[in-house]
């Protein structure tokens, strides 16, 4: 069929062209020398305007109509990934060239206003630029006539098929849930400070990863200041860590949340490779590959021996148990990326709240940082001491980024959800875990979430690996063991 | 100047491409893992492709037409910009577009059969392969109706302007002049071996690069199997080099070969950059610079007092004149790549007068091993053992790059002439270079070379910098002193 042959090629080009932009944003995070920073701008401008040049043009419209008129005669693959570029090519199209260039534009300058707002401490140097993001937003969800509430709108680019209205209804009895478990938590008494000698922590993550299956042939593993992990194929796999000395063994932790990211893009099948369907399928998905691998295998009792016997190995002696006091201690505090497990969920909920209220136009910007400051003492029972360490601390918001927020909470359930299964299936990991043995893990979620890609949207996804919809209860008895040890 | 404009956007988009290529370059080379190949070979072949249909578009030249048009109201440098996209644009669309395809696979299967021949030094498992590419390189050559000789075209994608009668020109004495001094050198005693322990050889590529100012800003220096050198713009150059335990420290020579390279581009204005004219001009003029690097400052005896101090200063005491002799020593040899200085130069003039005789029909593929073996005997005075250590070492015929190996001698001879000029211009560099001071040296390039970019062509860019056109004499000058010194 000429139609899906000319369509599959563009998506390959399409493919490759994303491949480059990753490769150029690795590069820029952990290679390349700080006075390459305005040319790689024009790089990734130029890659990014012929990459959607190329995806909303309108030779698609005409090999999709031909390819699904032919519907019958399309494998299981091809449907859905015809499916996929309708869907695609569309949403695309949907947002006019001046609205897309706008919010290019807005969120660039946005971001560079809040780098210096947040510096100063200054709320109001910020509130135009944030002004400008939520009106721009919702001019960008004005472009989707069939949704119920425009938040579903934004959030469909990065969960499609999720909306405001079952966020809520999941979030919802989270945080009361949560809330509860946070002020039993806030009464216990810290666990010792812990402090790993550099070297000793880089010995132990290259030593893990190693025994999850990290190898030179086609993984790198960096530094980088935040850590993030990117991919280049399916046997070219990129993460990255970094070495602080605090008290969390941050290295370690963190290296194991990028290898479940890594993981998920690796086990998509190689024929879905250089297709719309061979990639993770949504930030929620993601974030519960990441999530598993960090607070159900990094954070596993039994897998605190292998963390121990490593530092050990690298000259650093010292008990499973602390190890374990350490990284899974729980605290209110007031910065969400270095929140623990269990309170994390709390400040996702907060910024969902807020983020949902601006865009109906029920929470004024003004308004927004005693908002912000009355829900911290809400559901975290803290007090925001200043914006900077308060609204002001995330960078989404100021990038034209909201939608974004929700996927690392339903992150944390889907991940719970998702190890519960596993372990009904494939029975307790906690032998294993104590000899660093995760070939069983492996396996399950290669057959149970990977092996979709991009065929399954979140919620389906959930559905087909669990049985059931998105819900909170697993995690919600994973969290509580960190508070009733 | 509306079309003006668009072209010079067209241009920048394009320069932008071609910079993403050279970063998958470099990442292939020094940093991705060896399963990413295969992704990569399409990453690479999708930019291409984009490339061309971007760099050949219809409308390029009815803008070219139009900025022609209105050439009194253009400044110099964009008479220049117009001048040189008429011509890119021209030679491109000349090649029909299956010729191009079936160049561009049989220069990727030649270079596989290739690795296959060599490795079991079976040249006739070799020659179909080359038959193939002579016969598409006769074909791309006749798509230039207006070249005296078929050779002229492969030349032309390499320096443009030279021609094969002028490069014969060029050659052919100096063949002459260096056969007699080799053979004046092969009567002279071996210096003794020289052994530099890797971490020695490290620490001083380091601090002669760093005196070179070569900066963690905007420079990276990694290691590659073979070194070479990429930009990813004026403030983002990525050098290598390769830690052997060599007699000849070609860590050292390497690394200041490259840096003469990346110097170049460095050194081009700002004001060409992301257009047309923003780099080097032409790949002798690129080998000038970094010949006049590595044979006029690394192997300059005053500056093997700076190689001794660096040497010194990581453990590695040795007297300059020993680094000077083992670097500087002459004999002929059998493998192009790691000939010395003197004879380096005749291994090109065989590969010249070989691949025009084998291009313009006068000599067989079948009789090219017997070619060679008879060159070698008659420049070198050497006997080829076998086709792995003759005829098949280089990958260059393999690939389709025909026209590509003058450049290599011809970069000799014009750093040979830059040099005499410089030191006319600028005064000896002996006392300079004994401290590793070479300011004076990149200020007189930055002038009379690199601020051209492509604004002059091979020879007129040698005849603006030194009031002549290529001549030989400067480099036979230099080479004597390696024999009569």
């Known amino acids: 069929m000429p139609a899906l042959d000319a369509l599959r090629d563009r998506i390959a080009e399409l493919s490759d062209l994303a491949a480059l932009g990753r490769l150029a944003g690795w590069d820029q995070r952990t290679m390349m020398p700080p006075a390459g920073a305005p040319a790689r701008a024009h790089h990734l401008a130029t890659l990014e305007r012929l990459f959607h040049d190329r995806a909303t043009a309108d030779e698609i419209g ?24 309708r869907r695609d090519w569309e949403r695309t199209r949907r947002v006019p060239g001046d609205l897309a260039a706008e919010l290019a534009a ?13 510096a100063a401490n200054d709320f109001a140097a910020f509130a135009p630029a944030l002004e400008r993001n939520v009106a721009l937003a919702r001019d ?8 119920a509430h ?6 469909a680019d990065y969960d499609f098929g999720l909306t405001r209205a079952r966020v809520s209804e999941i979030f919802d009895p989270l945080a009361a849930e949560l809330t509860a478990l946070t002020a039993e938590a806030a009464t216990r008494p810290d666990p010792p400070p812990l402090v790993v000698p550099l070297e000793a922590q880089r010995a132990a993550v290259d030593a893990i990863l190693a025994r999850l299956g990290v190898r030179d042939d086609s993984w790198r593993v960096d530094i980088s200041a935040h850590p993030f992990t990117s991919w280049l194929s399916g046997t070219d796999t990129r993460i990255t860590t970094r070495y602080l000395p605090d008290t969390h063994l941050e290295s370690v932790i963190a290296a194991v949340h990028e290898y479940g990211h890594a993981l998920y893009e690796r086990q998509v099948p190689a024929e879905l490779q250089r297709t719309n369907l061979g990639r993770g399928t949504s930030m929620s998905a993601h974030e519960s590959q990441s999530k598993l691998w960090e607070n159900h295998v990094g954070r596993h009792p039994a897998f605190a021996s292998v963390i121990a016997a490593e530092l050990g190995a690298a000259g650093f002696a010292i008990e499973p148990d602390a190890i374990h006091s350490a990284i899974c201690a729980v605290k209110p505090s007031l910065i969400r990326v270095s929140a623990d497990p269990l309170t994390y969920p709390l400040h996702i909920v907060l910024r969902f709240d807020l983020e949902v209220a601006l865009i109906e136009g029920s929470l004024e910007v ?30 989404h918001w100021s990038g034209g980024a909201s939608g974004y927020f929700p996927s690392y909470a339903l992150g944390c359930l889907i991940a719970a959800q998702l190890w519960e299964r596993l372990e009904a299936d494939a029975g307790p990991q906690d032998e294993a875990l104590r000899t660093g043995e995760t070939a ?28 059931r919809g998105i819900d909170p209860q697993p995690f919600l008895r994973h969290v509580a063991t960190y508070v009733r040890a």
Do not use: C, K
């Open 150 to 155: 425009p938040y579903d709108a934004l959030l």
């Open 140 to 147: 960008y969800a004005a472009s989707f006539e069939d949704v």
């Open 366 to 395: 003004a308004d927004l940082p005693a908002a912000w400051n009355d829900g911290m003492r809400r559901l975290l029972g803290v007090e925001v001491p200043d914006d900077a360490h308060g609204v002001l601390q995330d960078v």
């Open 106 to 118: 807005a969120a660039a300058e946005g971001e560079a206003v809040w780098q210096t707002a947040r």
């Open 440 to 467: 069983a893990i492996r396996a399950w979620l290669a057959e149970h979430v990977h092996r979709y890609g991009r065929r399954l949207d979140t919620e389906p996804l959930v559905q087909a690996a669990t049985g």
């Open 62 to 85: 005409t090999w999709l109509d031909e390819a699904e008129a032919d519907g019958d005669g399309l494998t299981d693959v091809d449907r859905d990934l015809v499916r996929l570029a």
